[in-house]
């Protein structure tokens, strides 16, 4: 397998402009004779398909949703970066660039951070024109706020929905397409395999979810906008449709999946509460702007919090990290939160949670204002934790939120698969190790308004592309698998559900792959995962049949899939002998407990190649060039 | 706690529904609604029973995938709650709930609980956009915009599409609904251009897939997860009615500038 990133020559500066010319072009009179596919309706994906529409091409969606408005980008609340200066605080794209880098742990590729910096600024103005009431000053201007791993108000958005608007701005895109008859929706529909003829991607299976109707749609490019696969954890803040289905089946395919050990581990969510937990909540990271995190300083203390006095307090953030303090970046404030539970200060019933307290912003500030800036986001907090946290300082937690690694894709966001392209979360490209908060938003529609439609007309004009239509043999052979696969599920006739499957799978997951990890832990998984596989196969009950609505069917498919990537993941992790951004292995850490790369040995993409269902898969590498910065220890002290 | 479900079972369009009731005996108050159903769920499955079919996604009050009409009431007891937001604690022990799903011509039963709600899609795609390509916007400070409209726009903009106000609804109006994309757009400057071609092609197709008319019951309002406020059917009345005299369409009118 080759990994060549096709990254423009020259200054990073002109990378991208440079790159735009010399892309070969598909002329407005021929864009209407090439179809594209796009899988799922998220940001990426919406604005991909809204896009490549209004340019011309013929756009098919795919979601398995019951409407793309409700992908889960809507659940993004915090907001969206933008290098636009507007606080005249020092902003750049330069700016942007670097502070994502670093955030990253130097393990992104310098040219398609930098293009994500540049573009990051046409997001706001496409999104504003659209409508998207983002948060505005008296004087009418765009407000801005802080977040993590960042020292300056670069953050747009629009209460603690900055996502739902965001996602509601493209889908109005794509709706106003699908009401020309220029984008065919097809909602409620999942794809189940790929289709690849002669080594090109040329369509996809999808099941009807409604009918059970399994259908075969031939195109000239497939885009894959399917998100990350946090839910292999079971318990995640990713909504519970979150799959790695479409991925996994294009890895099956041959697509490379990089860097699957690179997962984010959000710092503050409502901690779990009991064993029947289904998903776990995120407080927004713009809430670190006021609320100060903080555990007693003494083990087992369990006095109401606010009895506690200030100096028996250990606000160990502020403490530890004093230029970021509560805004260090997510994998740092998850590990410090990690930290103080394992020292046994951790505070709640279960001792798995730490104090975010909003007392002496209430005091500096007084209530209203931080009813105005956060009052979604408290009543949220109330209605699932019975307390004000007004009077009383929320209790949270880490969980699992997002995840950096993803199908491996070149500059052009192509996979190793030819006409296969993987935007947003769904690919590994831009976040490194670790995501700065507010930067998703940023990725995603970077890669669906303005980078994904120019580069696939390069493709589509350069490709010898042959006649395929859905009588080819590789089409009804892909049908086939997905019929094979569904038939199997289904006949299994065992006894445990695929939800418990699922939870066992995520508990070993978090307690392995988690927030810390070590080689005899990741072993120990890789022995116990390819066992519950094996089980799952076995002893798995599906009610029903395939012939209409089937959600347990729907779940039992994913869960399958997860199965076989948290083996990846482990396997990633267990080979990557470094600790870089989100992926802490305990092994390597500073005297006082940072991670430790090994740019020596690691600093490289990992990008795995499937090799059957019987041979481990194979590790291939891209080195990380950094021509424009220093790799630095990264400090946020 | 121990609770006793009734619940509408029905196994597809086509087929007659019925209730069906459920004990779930061990159900901690900690727990969300659809966790409670999750339990139910998976202990019919292992009975050999088909599981209660409902829509869900995110599971934190914004997606609006969930659809439950709760005793009665869309999402159920609590106001402005979701029901994946809705906890057992706000049931006492003993309960007996009726589970339902969304009643309403315009949004068909696909299976138990789970509707089709894709006529809201089409309302949107006959207006509820503004029509600025790729590429072509203006740098966004260029606009500035007054803090209150703004604000306002997003109160409008917090719908989340889950179709309560058309359950609440006596009639089945889609009114609340559609009434908050135009105010979100006629708040806007953005929106001023497409502002009564809009509001007059979003208020026929609302009518074609059959939603009801309203009455100013005002129910809707009250089942609104997200309190969007009836001030956007005012809102959106007036705005048709301009854009319909624009037009000339009131019946007897014939010169297109009578409410310029």
Known sequence: MKLDPTIPAGPLETKWDRHQLEMKLVSPANKRKYRVIVVGTGLAGASAAATMAESGYQVSAYCFQDSPRRAHSIAAQGGINAAKNYQNDGDSVYRLFYDTIKGGDFRAREANVYRLAQTSMKIIDQCVAQGVPFAREYGGVLANRSFGGAQVSRTFYARGQTGQQLLLGAYSALQRMVGLGRVRMFARHEMLELIVVNGVARGIVTRDLVSGEVRSHVADAVVL???????????????????????????????????????????????????????????????????????????????????????????????????????????????????????????????????????????????????????????????????????????????????????????????????????????????????????????????????????????????????????????????????????????????????????????????????????????????????????????LNVPGDGAGLNQSLERAGRVADFLELGELMCLDALKREESCGGHFRVEHQTEDGEALRDDERFCHVAAWEYAGDDRDPIRHTEPLRFDFVNLAQRSYK | MKIKLNVWRQRSRAEAGSFESYAADDVSEDMSFLEMLDVVNERLTTEGKDPIAFDHDCREGICGSCSIVIDGRPHGPKDRTTACQLHMRSFPDGAEITLEPWRAGAFPIVKDLVVDRSAFDRI??????????????????????????????????????????????????????????????????????????????????????????????????????KSISLDNIARMNRDWMRAALRSGRRAGSTTESAAD
Not at chain 1, 303 to 329: C, F, H, M, V, W
Not at chain 1, 382 to 391: C, D, L, M, S, V
Request: hydrophobic share 35%.
């Open chain 1, 225 to 539: 906008a399917t998100g990350g696969y946090g839910n292999v954890f079971y318990l995640s803040t990713n909504a519970k449709g979150c799959n790695t289905t479409a991925n996994w089946r294009a890895y099956k395919h041959g697509a490379a999946f990089a860097n699957p050990c690179f997962t984010q581990i959000h710092p503050t969510c409502i901690p779990v509460s009991g064993d029947y937990q289904s998903k776990l909540t995120l407080m927004s990271e713009s809430l670190r702007n006021d609320g100060r995190i903080w555990v007693p300083k003494q083990q087992g203390d369990k006095r109401q919090p606010q009895t506690i006095p200030e100096d028996e307090r250990d606000y160990y953030l502020e403490r530890k990290y004093p230029s970021y303090g509560n805004l260090a970046p997510r994998d740092i404030a998850s590990r410090a939160a990690k930290e103080a539970c394992d020292s046994g200060r951790g505070v709640g019933r279960t001792g798995l949670g730490v104090y975010l307290d909003f007392a002496s912003a209430i005091e500096r500030l007084g209530e209203p204002v931080i009813r105005e800036r956060y009052g979604n986001l408290f009543e949220m907090y109330e209605r699932i934790t019975a307390e004000n946290p007004y009077t009383t300082p929320m209790r949270i937690f880490p969980a699992t939120h997002y995840t950096m690694g993803g199908l491996w894709v070149d500059y052009n966001l192509m996979s190793t698969i030819p006409g296969l392209h993987v935007i947003g979360e769904a690919n590994f490209s831009d976040h490194g190790a670790n995501r700065l908060g507010a930067s998703a938003l940023m990725q995603g529609l970077a890669d669906g308004y303005f980078i994904l439609p120019h580069t696939i007309g390069h493709w589509l004009a350069t490709a010898k592309l042959e006649d395929v239509t859905t009588d080819h043999p590789a089409v009804k052979a892909a049908e086939a698998a997905v019929a094979a696969r569904t038939q199997r599920l289904l006949s299994i006739g065992g006894k445990r559900t695929a939800a418990s499957f699922h939870r066992e799978l995520g508990q070993i997951i978090w307690d392995e792959c988690g927030l810390a990890r070590n080689a005899s832990g990741l072993k120990s998984a890789l022995e116990r995962l390819p066992k519950l596989r094996e089980e799952f196969w076995h002893d």
């Open chain 2, 124 to 225: 949107i795609q006959a207006g509820g956009f503004v029509s600025v390509p790729t590429g072509s916007a203006v740098d966004g400070n260029a606009l500035p915009i007054e803090k209150e409209n703004a604000d306002l726009a997003m109160d409008a903009a917090a719908c989340i599409g889950c179709g309560a106000c058309v359950a609440a609804c006596p009639n089945a109006s889609a009114m609340l609904f559609t009434s908050a994309k135009i105010s979100q757009l006629a708040l806007l400057p953005q929106g001023q251009p497409e502002r009564w071609r809009r509001v007059l092609s979003m208020v026929e197709t609302m009518d074609e897939e059959g939603f009801g008319s309203c009455t100013n019951h005002g129910e809707c309002m009250a089942a609104c997860p």
